[in-house]
T-cell receptor, first 113, second 111 residues
């Protein structure tokens, strides 16, 4: 079946602009995660959604970052007033529930000029 | 101390060699453990979960030592296609499966 789908694959934008990244999880997966991976570094947890519970936003680096998820489907990660340090690959993952392994999408490569 | 530490490598080994990676984690209450594989400019892919009793999947063997807080991955009869970065991943306590990733160990298998 289809895996986790992310769009766009690449995004180049100017400093100060807002960007919106999209994630379509695997159908039936109740848990959805966003991570960030800067060049040469490990993945950093950003935010986690589980079903209809309040999201765990403990990894968001600043109030410029926000994310939404409608039910158990698509999620969007929004970065407002982008800065150069926001340049990274943003990875989305989903799992059947919070106890199961996570499966990742291809990521969105974000470059801030 | 980092939450998950790995030797970055690279490990350069000839085809057919056996290679082992170790990883240490700081939180003794961590609940579950995984090895992921990440190819250059690609997303991480689950290689295997790591169980206390140790587990094997073909040429790959993973072991967990809770007392010493380390995890290992052994690759036997390495193939060129095994060249990748191997990520040690820990699920810390607190629920939610918010995985903590090591920075990865790079493996290069050569002819």
């Amino acid at each position: 079946g289809a895996g986790v789908s992310q769009s766009p694959s690449n995004k180049v934008t100017e400093k100060g602009k807002d960007v919106e990244l999209r994630c379509d999880p695997i159908s039936g997966h109740t848990a959805l995660y966003w991570y960030r991976q800067r060049l040469g570094q490990g993945l950093e947890f950003l935010i986690y959604f589980q079903g209809n519970s309040a999201p765990d936003k403990s990894g968001l680096p600043s109030d410029r970052f926000s994310a939404e998820r409608t039910g158990e489907s698509v999620s969007t990660l929004t970065i407002q007033r982008t800065q150069q340090e926001d340049s990274a690959v943003y990875l989305c993952a989903s799992s059947f529930n919070s106890n199961q392994p996570q499966h990742f999408g291809d990521g969105t490569r974000l470059s801030i000029l | 101390r980092k939450e998950v530490e790995q030797d970055p490598g690279p490990f350069n080994v000839p085809e057919g060699a056996t290679v082992a990676f170790n990883c240490t984690y700081s939180n003794s209450a961590s609940q579950s453990f995984f090895w992921y594989r990440q190819d250059c400019r690609k997303e991480p892919k689950l290689l295997m979960s790591v169980y206390s009793s140790g587990n094997e999947d073909g040429r790959f063997t993973a072991q967990l030592n809770r007392a010493s807080q380390y995890i290992s991955l052994l690759i036997r009869d390495s193939k060129l296609s095994d060249s990748a970065t191997y990520l040690c991943v820990v699920n810390p306590p607190g629920g939610g499966n918010k995985l903590t990733f090591g920075t990865g160990t790079q493996l290069k298998v050569e002819l």
